[in-house]
Antibody, heavy 125, light 109 residues
Framework: EVQLVESGGGLIQPGGSLRLSCAAS????????MSWVRQAPGKGLEWVSV???????YYADSVKGRFTISRDISRNTLYLQMNSLRAEDTAVYYC???????????????????WGQGTMVTVSS | EIVLTQSPGTLSLSPGERATLSCRAS???????LAWYQQKPGQAPRLLIY???SRATGIPDRFSGSGSGTDFTLTISRLEPEDFAVYYC??????????FGQGTKLEIK
């Protein structure tokens, strides 16, 4: 079965660090673009970061310089290292697979087709 | 950064009615990179539409997407009770940052 399972969330004080994990099964993480998306309580979805299959990484301005996305091929797991945490980082964090679809002419389109169940991060003193 | 604005914020309809949700981009978005998701309380989002108009695997044909450039639409032809949820549009272009709309809540009238 193709699935993603996040872990590592919890209660952390402002300024602290936390590492989230996203274990994949049924597919190879390193073959896909993989993203982290978060959702503050009662709010909408916010894209956080992506790692491309080739290894390039990108971040939302709100987390740039504080968060680092990475992956472990041997463990087939995606990570999000979060440093210098702030109250506004409080959210459910989801990992998601970016699936590319190709039509008969070779043109591509994409969407986040597989999501984890989410892990809650609460930043509070 | 491309800003996506969804309207209306809340849509109140009855089962069997037609729902039309709008997503407007602050600059042109390739149709290839416009997706729609459904999210129910306590659940992760579910991909409905990719490439502006293609249904994802297992999505009923009452869901359809259309649009190009800066204006995109998600239509649900005949609402079923399980369709009442929050819907997000998403641009996932080749150049991050990716962005989501703020969501449209579809509620039972």
């Amino acid at each position: 079965e193709v699935q993603l399972v996040e872990s590592g969330g919890g209660l952390i004080q402002p300024g602290g660090s936390l590492r989230l994990s996203c274990a994949a099964s049924g597919f190879t993480v390193s073959s896909y673009y993989m993203s982290w998306v978060r959702q503050a309580p009662g709010k909408g979805l916010e894209w956080v970061s992506v790692i491309y299959s080739g290894g390039s990484t990108y971040y939302a301005d709100s987390v740039k310089g504080r968060f680092t996305i990475s992956r472990d091929i041997s463990r087939n797991t995606l990570y999000l290292q979060m440093n210098s945490l702030r109250a506004e980082d409080t959210a459910v964090y989801y990992c998601a697979r970016d699936q590319y679809y190709y039509d008969s002419s070779g043109d591509s389109s994409n969407g986040f087709d597989i999501w984890g169940q989410g892990t809650m991060v609460t930043v509070s003193s | 950064e491309i800003v996506l604005t969804q309207s209306p914020g809340t849509l109140s309809l009855s089962p069997g009615e037609r729902a039309t949700l709008s997503c407007r981009a602050s600059q042109s978005v390739s149709s290839s990179y416009l997706a729609w998701y459904q999210q129910k309380p306590g659940q992760a989002p579910r991909l409905l539409i990719y490439g502006a108009s293609s249904r994802a695997t297992g999505i009923p044909d009452r869901f359809s997407g259309s649009g190009s450039g800066t204006d995109f639409t998600l239509t649900i032809s005949r609402l079923e009770p399980e369709d009442f949820a929050v819907y997000y549009c998403h641009q996932c272009s080749s150049s991050p940052p990716y962005t989501f709309g703020q969501g449209t809540k579809l509620e039972i009238k």
